[in-house]
């Protein structure tokens, strides 16, 4: 949110002629642009005033505090002479005025009408392929240990026009993934506006909202589900995604519209805050846990495959152990990809602090912080060996930040989750930051999953089609009805289990059976067998056995010359492996399904091998009963 309203000012500022400075040790004015939610967030703040205040910053500075943090703290700011214009998320227009005639240093009036519709905010970054588009300011919710609505006031909608426009020109702009934002984005209402669906407000089934509905509500006008669907058809090549959401605003109109939209994220952030259904009375969510599940089953049903995230609160007022512990569980349960966890911290003002006990000391608070985190992590880890040997639609963001390799890139799938992968796709091309690629997921790494690329997809809404169960792509002869691999045999099904740049220079070598059957009965020496490497040892070796051998699988490669082939390959892998890097199944037990799979796949390749090589042998010698294997 702060990204989008500096993005604002950035614009607002820039038409009073101001410029931005290399540095803030430099600049004739510093901005700060401030978050409240949690005391830990205000005491960056204040260290931050002191620096500049002190050895970092430049004598005769204007320092600027900007957002929640003014809007909550306001003239107290000026203590010390730590600030010199202190100004609230409402009053951004008046800035420029305020830095140039120096007449008024505060502003933290809050404005029901403000919306910043009319100004284009300025990216940062000109090279980034994700931007945001505020769509939304303040909360009409009134959960009671928040601060959001005392400080950025009433909730109000941008027109759906502006929003368009804006979308519009970040798509032309070469922007590849929007993301809509506001506090409550799914109750996003534009009463000025014709609807085409003409829906009326829908919460969701069994959700309370706390606070009623006011009169527009009863109106038509744009709903969220509607605008979603607008967006995506103003940038159409582009991912949409939005936060955040509230759980009450989820009636089925917004999950059909996910499901159905092919460039809209597969993903939903669902914030939770406790499990517990006595917590969420007193947090004054407007649901029971119960109800929440049964959202997230519908999600689940409506959304094959659907990422979900969520937030939640550990030791609000009076939580016990047993609400610890169903809190738990839910994260548990749900196996979340994505969580944000936070420690309770008191707000002055908000319901909670004036009417009720915080009393979780704060040793439990962080042990409970703890647990939920580890719950979550373990969740995660499942959800992402479940992503293994799958085909994922990844937009291609730049360089991995650990360093793995020149020729490795990263980028993110529907659900916000990072894989690194090689640049080079198996047609020779590289991919670059803002392209879109059908990645393979070979392995996880902790949060991030290792791949492989390939191909080049058109866009955001240019799905693999994946089956289901096995996550391999298949076509179905029209004519047999038998299933069959579809273009990219040896990646789909053996590359799962390979590393992905051996992965990739074996198919961008043998791209077809044909080219993998050539090249291994041309070859004189074990390691050109293989096909890969001249130089190919142990690891290699095996990756590259595990493409090669799929490509030319008798059981997959119609090419007659498949099993003479195969078997070559078969006895060249032998010569070649050291045997430490030999499957054994209890490997396969360690890692999960994916080496499972790849152990059956060495067993079988070589029992078919030796079963070909032997068939051949005793045809050629014209003897019986003689295995060669
Ligand atoms: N509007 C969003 C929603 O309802 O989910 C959330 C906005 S808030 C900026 C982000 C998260 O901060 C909340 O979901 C909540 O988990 C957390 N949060 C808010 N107030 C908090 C407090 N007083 N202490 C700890 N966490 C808090
Ligand atoms: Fe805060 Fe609740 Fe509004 Fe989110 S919905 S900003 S948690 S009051």
Not at 74 to 98: E, H, S, T, W
Not at 286 to 307: F, K, M
Not at 392 to 418: F, K, M, T
Not at 456 to 467: F, K, M, N, S, T
Request: charged residues 30%; proline residues 4%; contains cysteine.
């Amino acid at each position: 949110m702060n990204v989008a309203d500096s993005e604002v000012v950035r614009t607002l500022l820039r038409g009073d002629g101001l410029r931005e400075a290399e540095s803030a040790a430099t600049a004739d004015v510093v901005l700060l642009n401030t978050c409240a939610i949690r005391d830990k967030a205000e005491q960056k703040v204040w260290t931050r005033l002191r620096d500049l205040r002190g050895r970092k910053g430049k004598e005769g500075q204007t320092v600027a505090v900007l957002g929640c943090m003014a809007e909550r703290v306001k003239d107290d700011l000026f203590r010390d002479g730590l600030a010199d214009v202190v100004v609230g998320p409402d009053a951004y227009r008046r800035l420029p005025a305020m830095l140039r005639d120096q007449e008024q240093s505060i502003d933290v009036t809050l404005d029901r009408s403000e919306n910043y519709a009319d100004v284009l905010p300025t990216r940062v970054e000109h090279t980034a392929h994700g931007a945001f588009v505020s769509i939304q300011r303040g909360c009409d919710n009134a959960c009671s240990y928040c601060i959001v609505p005392y400080v950025r006031g009433r909730e109000r909608s941008r027109s759906v026009q502006t929003i368009l426009d804006e979308v519009a020109s970040l798509y032309d702009s070469g922007v590849r993934e929007i993301t809509l934002l506001g506090q409550n984005v799914n109750s996003y209402h534009d009463h000025t506006t014709d609807s085409i669906r003409q829906t009326t407000r829908e919460y969701t089934t069994d959700f309370t909202p706390f606070v009623k509905s006011d009169k527009k509500d009863a109106q038509t006008g744009v709903r969220f589900a509607e605008l979603l669907e607008r967006c995506a058809q103003a940038a159409p090549d582009a991912r949409l995604r939005f936060t955040s959401p509230h759980p009450k605003d989820f009636p089925d109109d917004v999950l059909e519209t996910i499901a159905r939209v092919s460039n809209i994220a597969k993903q939903i952030h669902m914030p939770a805050q406790s499990g517990s259904d006595q917590m969420l009375r007193r947090m004054r969510r407007g649901y029971t846990g119960e109800a929440y599940r049964s959202l997230i089953q519908r999600a689940r049903a409506v959304i094959p495959d659907v990422a979900l995230s969520s937030d939640f609160i550990a030791g609000f007022c009076g939580e016990s152990h047993e609400d610890h512990l169903r809190t738990l569980s839910l994260i548990q349960d749900v196996g979340y990809d994505m969580a944000f966890l936070f420690a309770y911290s008191s707000r002055e003002r908000t319901p909670a602090a004036r009417r009720l006990e915080d009393d979780v000391p704060s040793d439990i608070k962080k042990k409970r912080l703890q647990e939920l985190i580890d719950a979550f992590r373990t969740g995660r880890e499942a959800r992402s060996r479940e992503r293994v040997g799958k085909i994922h639609l990844i937009l291609v963001e730049g360089a991995p930040r650990r360093d793995r390799g020149a020729d490795l890139v990263s980028g993110r799938d529907d659900g916000n989750r990072v894989h690194v992968f090689p640049s080079s796709l198996p047609d020779g091309s590289e991919l670059k930051p803002g392209d879109f690629a059908h990645v393979l997921v070979d392995r996880a790494e902790g949060a991030t999953l290792i791949g492989v690329a390939l191909r080049r997809a058109a866009g955001a809404g240019d799905r693999p089609l994946v089956d289901a169960d096995t996550g391999a792509e298949f076509l179905i002869d029209e004519q047999t009805g038998v299933s069959r691999w579809a273009a990219e045999p040896p990646l789909v099904a053996a590359s799962a289990h390979a590393r992905p740049a051996v992965a990739t220079r074996a198919f961008s070598t043998m791209a077809t059976a044909e080219d993998a059957i050539d090249a291994i009965l041309a070859a004189a020496t074990p390691a050109t067998v293989l096909g890969v490497a001249k130089d190919a040892t142990g690891r290699e070796a095996r990756d590259a056995f595990l493409v090669v051998s799929r490509l030319v699988h008798p059981d997959v490669c119609t090419d007659e010359r498949a099993g003479a082939a195969f078997a070559a390959l078969v006895e060249a892998y032998d010569a070649f492996a050291p045997s430490d890097i030999k499957y054994d199944v209890s490997q396969a037990e360690f890692q999960g399904d994916a080496l499972t799979t790849a152990a059956w796949m060495w067993d079988d390749a070589a029992a078919a091998a030796r079963k070909h090589k032997a068939r051949h042998t005793l045809d050629d010698d014209g003897s019986t009963g003689r295995s060669v294997m």
